[in-house]
Structure formats: structure tokens, C-alpha cells
């Protein structure tokens, strides 16, 4: 039974529901170097940021 917070949060990091989110700047904003002007529609995509090798150690490897 102690494994189950464990398996829920690593079933939801490795095939979550959301995948994408979509976001409208309202002022222009720099991430990372790169300007998005106010209005631009954004992609943001959730799903690659659970594969991170720099966060999880075998991200494409689902461990419970």
C-alpha cells in the first residue's frame, strides 16, 4: 500500500493527460533569451518536460 502515492505520481509524470497547454502573453515577455511579444500564441509542451534527463534519471522508463 505504500507504493501507491508513489505509483500515482510517476503513472502521471510518465503518460500525463495533459500533454499541451496553450498560453497568450499579455505583455511581451523574454524566456530564455527569446522575446514573445504580447499576443503571440505559445505552446506549451508538458510532456517533454517529464522527460527531462536533467530531473528524472531514466525518464523514459516508467518506476514505480
Aim: hydrophobic fraction near 40%.
Amino acid at each position: 500500500m505504500e507504493l501507491v502515492p508513489r505509483a500515482v505520481s510517476e503513472c502521471l509524470r510518465y503518460d500525463s493527460s495533459a500533454q499541451i497547454l496553450q498560453r497568450v502573453p499579455l505583455e511581451d515577455t523574454e524566456i530564455d533569451g527569446v522575446t514573445l511579444p504580447r499576443g503571440t500564441f505559445v505552446l506549451l509542451p508538458l510532456g517533454a518536460a517529464n522527460r527531462d534527463p536533467a530531473k528524472f534519471v531514466e525518464p523514459d522508463r516508467l518506476i514505480i
